[in-house]
């Protein structure tokens, strides 16, 4: 099996509905496009992940939506190099089609005091769901490193709950664990590097707004 030197994952810059939640209301949340800060944002990752891979190959999976592909466009990675492919997996959590901006800030709300791993949003997904839909996506990405010719790197471009909920899965950390981490920051990566005995290692962790509490099956 031959399995990546790193995976390394990708939030997309800054997009319209970071800098302006109201755009909800009149775009759908796929085709929001990414700011010029946000472009800015891409293209200084795009140096850094240059640098990272030089000459190596990658395996790109990108979520479908309009501010992660720009997010890769602006990588400026070597096109050459590069195996790249829309993900449908690794898209964005479904918070409902049309969104009302009271209702949404409301729900929010609501999933802040109910837990974000368990909380199902009206018409969309909950953050189980996406789990589990991240699930299937490294189920198939498993299977790809069976491939003797497969990249030395494989890069996600995908969303902040996204690339949390991969993490939880690769390195199996619980819900309570999920619960206290933030998301990384628009145009933040982070390196999942193979060490000596074959294991993976996060270069950083993610930033942690609370103190994990451990559920506790005794009540």
């Given at each position: 099996m031959?399995?990546?030197r790193?995976?390394?994952?990708?939030?997309?810059?800054?997009?319209?509905?970071?800098?302006d939640?109201?755009?909800?209301?009149?775009?759908?949340d796929?085709a929001l496009r990414?700011?010029?800060?946000?472009?800015a944002?891409?293209?200084?990752?795009?140096?850094r992940?240059?640098?990272?891979?030089?000459d190596?190959t990658?395996?790109a999976?990108?979520s479908?939506?309009?501010?992660?592909?720009?997010?890769?466009?602006?990588?400026?990675l070597?096109?050459?190099?590069?195996?790249?492919?829309e993900?449908?997996?690794?898209r964005?959590?479904?918070?409902?089609n049309?969104q009302?901006?009271d209702?949404v800030?409301?729900?929010?709300?609501?999933?802040?005091?109910?837990?974000?791993f368990?909380?199902?949003?009206?018409?969309?997904?909950?953050?189980?769901?996406?789990?589990?839909r991240?699930?299937?996506f490294?189920?198939?990405?498993?299977?790809?490193?069976e491939?003797?010719?497969?990249?030395?790197?494989?890069l996600?471009?995908?969303?902040?709950l996204?690339?949390r909920?991969?993490?939880?899965?690769?390195?199996?950390?619980?819900?309570?664990?999920?619960?206290?981490?933030?998301n990384?920051?628009?145009?933040e990566y982070?390196?999942?590097l193979r060490?000596?005995d074959?294991?993976?290692?996060?270069?950083?962790?993610?930033e942690?707004?609370?103190?994990?509490?451990?559920?506790d099956l005794?009540g």
């Amino acid at each position: 099996m031959a399995r990546p030197r790193r995976i390394v994952l990708v939030r997309h810059g800054e997009s319209e509905g970071n800098l302006d939640d109201t755009v909800y209301e009149r775009e759908p949340d796929h085709a929001l496009r990414l700011t010029p800060a946000g472009r800015a944002q891409a293209a200084e990752t795009g140096v850094r992940l240059r640098e990272l891979f030089g000459d190596e190959t990658i395996s790109a999976y990108l979520s479908p939506y309009r501010r992660t592909l720009q997010t890769f466009r602006e990588l400026r990675l070597d096109p050459v190099r590069v195996r790249a492919r829309e993900e449908p997996r690794l898209r964005e959590q479904d918070w409902g089609n049309w969104q009302d901006r009271d209702d949404v800030r409301l729900q929010k709300a609501y999933r802040d005091a109910y837990g974000h791993f368990f909380y199902r949003f009206a018409q969309g997904e909950s953050g189980a769901d996406v789990y589990d839909r991240v699930g299937s996506f490294l189920e198939s990405l498993y299977r790809s490193f069976e491939a003797p010719d497969h990249p030395e790197n494989v890069l996600l471009v995908t969303h902040g709950l996204t690339m949390r909920l991969f993490c939880m899965r690769w390195f199996h950390w619980s819900v309570a664990e999920f619960e206290a981490l933030s998301n990384p920051g628009n145009g933040e990566y982070r390196v999942l590097l193979r060490g000596p005995d074959g294991r993976y290692r996060m270069d950083r962790p993610f930033e942690r707004w609370t103190t994990p509490e451990p559920y506790d099956l005794d009540g």
